[in-house]
């Protein structure tokens, strides 16, 4: 049995991802400016930035695709010196000393290069590198961000045929500025 099998894993990969309510990822352009949203919901609840940090410091390890990867440095990289894999079959480089390149098969990435070294790992993108990561059930838990925006057109949040399956609501949450935040973790049989 592999380590992405196993139900009493050390590790465990989240899916994060912020959807708006049509289920798009990103614009045809690829951008997000849309995320900056003025939605105002006075019943929810807010974060501050210490309270962001300290859960920053819990994650272990980014996975991402490529182009994910390179949108994020047109941001001003906001993933800090925490361990980020870009899975890829381009060749890319980087200056930075916490990045590393993955081409190769999946399970292999998780069982061996990020089992052994990370607990808490985090896939944040794109949207070809997590349907795959789903269909091979190396998801174990999705927090799925739903932003207060109707973007009729763009990346859609999962392009493709899934086979179905059943995940546990653990947890809802939401936000003051009008994101909701549903947590789903892997049911697994």
């Not at 609840?45 to 440095?73: Q, R």
């Not at 091979?136 to 057109?153: H, Q, R, S, W, Y």
């Not at 949040?157 to 003051?176: C, H, I, M, R, S």
């Amino acid at each position: 049995m592999s380590a992405s099998e196993k139900t009493n894993k050390s590790q465990r990969v989240t899916l994060h991802v912020v959807s708006s309510l049509d289920g798009f990822i990103a614009k045809k352009d690829n951008s997000v400016s849309w995320m900056d949203t003025k939605s105002v919901y006075e019943g929810g609840v807010s974060i501050s930035h210490e309270e962001i940090v300290a859960f920053l410091k819990t994650i272990d390890c980014y996975v991402m695709g490529s182009k994910t990867y390179e949108h994020a440095l047109e941001l001003g990289w906001p993933y800090g010196d925490t361990p980020v894999v870009v899975v890829s079959t381009r060749q890319l480089s980087s200056t930075k000393k916490t990045v590393e390149f993955y081409s190769g098969d999946l399970r292999t990435i998780v069982d061996e290069k990020l089992a052994p070294r990370y607990r808490n790992i985090w896939l944040v993108g794109g949207a070809m590198l997590c349907q795959r990561f789903l269909e091979l059930g190396l998801v174990d838990e999705i927090k799925l961000t739903i932003a207060p925006v109707l973007l009729g057109d763009g990346l859609r949040l999962f392009d493709g045929p899934l086979t179905e399956q059943q995940w546990d609501l653990k947890n809802a949450v939401a936000y003051k500025n009008g994101f909701v935040e549903l947590t789903y973790d892997a049911v697994r049989t």
